[in-house]
């Protein structure tokens, strides 16, 4: 059974990919889902959550008149579990700084490039438009500057010469599944501070520290 109390929030819009990776390791790396929510009912990210026996909310954005009336709606749904950290998992909104500031310091999100390259959307194709030859992920603390917050963790990818997007996409995603959850479990252990400003790790940096 897990006893972790380091308890999190999970926000999603989609298939859910990287929460699972988080679900799978979270009883070995000592954090807690304790909730995840969804802007789209939909998502299958949903169905991951309640086959896993987390609770599930949804707050559609369709439903309200303003960023900031969804906005609230959501803070009241997570807040309602008292999470210590607010995780982005392909959450497909951009939030306003009503919902950063309150989640300010415990708000994170994983990017699909080597920050501050690429920031946005299509960022495969902007690295191999861009002639690169490396790529990846990179983890976040959340800021109202798009994709600018300090970067926690960050793993690369070689870009080979026959690449298309979508196959960059999964070798990405493949070490996003690697990287978020050993994030996530260094700050529940209190080895990664938010205040902390050291440069980026690496994975192998970052397992390290969260089995030492």
Not at 115 to 125: A, S
Not at 192 to 201: E, T
């Amino acid at each position: 059974m897990n006893t972790a109390t380091f308890d999190i929030a999970v926000l999603i819009s989609g298939s859910g990919s990287n929460l699972q990776a988080l679900i799978d390791q979270q009883q070995g790396f000592g954090y807690r889902i304790v909730c995840v929510l969804s802007n789209k009912a939909d998502a299958y990210g949903l169905v991951r959550a309640q086959q896993a026996h987390i609770a599930t909310r949804i707050v559609d954005h369709k439903a309200y008149d303003s960023r900031e009336a969804f906005e609230q709606a959501m803070i009241v749904a997570i807040d309602e579990f008292q999470p210590k950290l607010v995780v982005l998992a392909g959450f497909m909104r951009i939030l306003t700084p009503l919902f950063i500031s309150h989640y300010e310091q415990r708000l994170l999100n994983i990017h699909p490039s080597l920050l501050p390259k690429f920031k946005g959307t299509h960022t495969h194709e902007q690295a191999i438009a861009a002639g690169e030859t490396e790529h990846g992920a990179s983890v976040h603390w959340v800021i109202p500057e798009l994709d600018s917050g300090r970067v926690i963790a960050q793993e690369s990818v070689p870009i080979l010469a026959d690449d298309t997007a979508e196959v960059l996409a999964k070798r990405v995603l493949t070490v996003e599944h690697q990287l978020y959850p050993a994030v996530v479990a260094a700050i529940a252990q209190g080895k990664i501070r938010a205040d902390d400003h050291s440069d980026p790790l690496t994975l192998s940096q970052l397992l390290h520290k969260v089995v030492s």
